[in-house]
């Protein structure tokens, strides 16, 4: 009898042991998330804070011209891309201030756009004449104009990619550069079918 009470013990441990061990595994993934997610880390650096800071304008220059598209363009591909631009970059608006809040700071506010000096902005003469356009002529210039603010997005990425040290700035970073990217495309197509008059 002791040995059937030992035997069963030892399995009970084993199956104990076994059942940590698959918690344990399963919890990996979990872990490798953490890495990149949205909360900053403690160490990070100036090019971090140059990230975040210039993006932000950056992006809410292209939710303004994203709301715009919403009100005005006739093609409906372009209506589409400019949700969706909207989509992704409201969020990431909200993302990139709790970093700079958490990092003590200064947030930039909407509006403020350093002066129009990151790549890829639109100056408020570009803006203004985007606001008179109509029709396709409308369509073709907001499509020109969101080519060129998201490659200015993807080179300021790249340099986040190869300079920043926070985790979670440079995953952003890396899916900045990867969506606008794609974006860039679909919209190079799309001009190229867009009429001319």
């Given at each position: 009898?002791?040995?059937?009470?030992?035997?069963?013990?030892?399995?009970l441990?084993l199956?104990?042991?076994?059942?940590?061990?698959?918690?344990?595994?399963?919890?990996?993934?979990g872990?490798?998330?953490?890495?990149t997610?949205a909360?900053p880390?403690?160490?990070?650096?100036?090019?971090?804070?140059?990230f975040?800071?210039?993006?932000?304008?950056h992006?809410?220059?292209?939710?303004?011209?994203?709301?715009?598209?919403?009100?005005?363009?006739?093609?409906?591909?372009?209506?589409?891309l400019?949700?969706?631009?909207?989509?992704a970059q409201d969020?990431e608006?909200?993302?990139?201030?709790g970093w700079?809040?958490?990092?003590?700071?200064?947030?930039?506010?909407?509006?403020?756009?350093?002066g129009?000096?990151?790549?890829?902005?639109?100056?408020?003469?570009?803006?203004?004449?985007?606001?008179?356009?109509?029709?396709?002529?409308?369509?073709?210039?907001?499509?020109?104009?969101?080519?060129k603010?998201?490659?200015?997005?993807?080179?300021?990425?790249?340099?986040?990619?190869?300079?920043?040290?926070?985790?979670?700035?440079v995953?952003?970073?890396?899916?900045?550069?990867?969506?606008?990217?794609?974006?860039?495309?679909?919209?190079?197509?799309?001009?190229r079918?867009?009429?001319?008059?």
């Amino acid at each position: 009898m002791t040995h059937v009470y030992r035997t069963t013990a030892v399995l009970l441990l084993l199956l104990g042991a076994t059942a940590c061990g698959s918690s344990d595994s399963g919890s990996m993934p979990g872990m490798s998330h953490s890495s990149t997610s949205a909360t900053p880390s403690a160490s990070y650096n100036d090019a971090d804070v140059m990230f975040a800071s210039q993006m932000i304008p950056h992006h809410q220059q292209a939710v303004v011209m994203a709301d715009s598209a919403l009100r005005k363009a006739t093609n409906a591909e372009v209506k589409q891309l400019a949700t969706a631009i909207k989509a992704a970059q409201d969020p990431e608006i909200k993302l990139m201030s709790g970093w700079l809040t958490a990092w003590g700071k200064p947030v930039p506010t909407p509006g403020e756009h350093a002066g129009h000096t990151m790549t890829g902005m639109m100056s408020p003469q570009e803006m203004d004449d985007l606001s008179k356009a109509h029709g396709s002529m409308y369509d073709r210039m907001w499509v020109t104009m969101m080519i060129k603010h998201h490659q200015g997005a993807v080179t300021m990425a790249k340099t986040e990619e190869t300079t920043g040290k926070d985790t979670a700035a440079v995953a952003l970073a890396k899916k900045i550069q990867a969506a606008q990217t794609t974006e860039i495309t679909t919209m190079q197509r799309l001009l190229r079918g867009l009429p001319t008059a």
